[in-house]
């Protein structure tokens, strides 16, 4: 089986999230930790925090994975944009220590025009600097499209940056397909194969969720455009060996589609018909 799911706003706070998603017939969910275009963050009231986890304990969710601001880069080139992100990072993972068990997903970054290795160095520190031992989440790269500059476009940049991270127990890999096909890997025509080299390279141990979407552009395209389930160069016949595949099950799948309430529901009812049809 799967727990699958869909990015939900916090604005009604974190329990009613919950029972959002058991209304769409989801089983995890997603959500920004703060502002995902400018870095600001809802407050966090600790009695609403725990009827979340109270929730998904009850009505046995899977893991849930939040999401980092979209302007956090921890391998900025721009020192106070560096700056401001690590100062991000660290109250993130100061809020997630609300949510033990769950996952907190983030966009490794964009080395602007320092290079990959640069980026790698400084993704790495930051991580070894606000990674402890008495964490009680996993902090999750995912994988890029390789848009820009963006560091973690193929499997041996992340593998770079877990390599360099002294407490690798407390990290993991958010496997998106979009961001996977447009950076070039096949998961069409040969799922196996590219499942079998993330073995090879990082391991599937690392992966510990996926965001389900398909692409608006053909493999390789860089461009990180989602679409809706079926409708994309992906398609659906894809999608439901992804979601069925063998060594992905048990894993958290969050679509990050460009979707109503309406048509979150129907991929979601959609995604636990896969298992049935």
Known sequence: MIYIGCHLSV?????????????????????????????????????????LNEYIDTN????????????????????????????????DMKRMAYFPGNFYNFHPGSHVGQGAEKG??????????YLTEDMKITVLLETMAGKGSEVGST???LKEIIDRVELKDKL???????????????????????????????????????????????????KD?????????????AMKRIVTHPVLQDYPFILETPND????IREIAMIKGFFTN
């Not at 880069?73 to 100062?87: D, F, H, K």
């Not at 455009?225 to 016949?237: F, M, S, T």
Request: glycine content about 12%.
């Open 172 to 222: 993991g890999v958010c496997f998106d397909t979009c961001h996977t096909w447009d950076s070039g890997y096949d998961i069409v025509s040969d799922l196996d194969g590219v499942l079998s080299h993330f073995d090879d390279i990082i391991g599937l141990d690392r992966l510990k969720a996926v965001h389900l979407n398909d692409s608006k552009n053909d493999r390789g395209s860089h």
């Open 155 to 157: 499997f041996e940049e």
């Open 261 to 264: 309430e309406d048509g979150y």
């Open 225 to 237: 455009r989602h679409e809706k389930i079926g409708e994309g160069y992906i398609g659906l016949d």
């Open 11 to 51: 604005t009604k706070g974190y329990e009613a999230m919950g029972k959002t998603m058991s209304r769409y017939g989801g089983s995890t969910f997603s959500w920004f930790t703060r502002n995902p275009r400018g870095g600001k963050a809802k407050a966090i009231e600790t009695d609403d925090a725990d009827s």
């Open 60 to 91: 046995k969710f899977g893991p849930l994975v939040a999401h980092g601001s979209y302007t956090m880069n921890l391998c900025a080139a721009n020192p106070v944009i560096r700056e401001n992100s690590m100062n991000m990072f660290a109250d």
């Open 120 to 129: 790698i160095e400084l993704i790495s520190d930051a991580l070894n600097e």
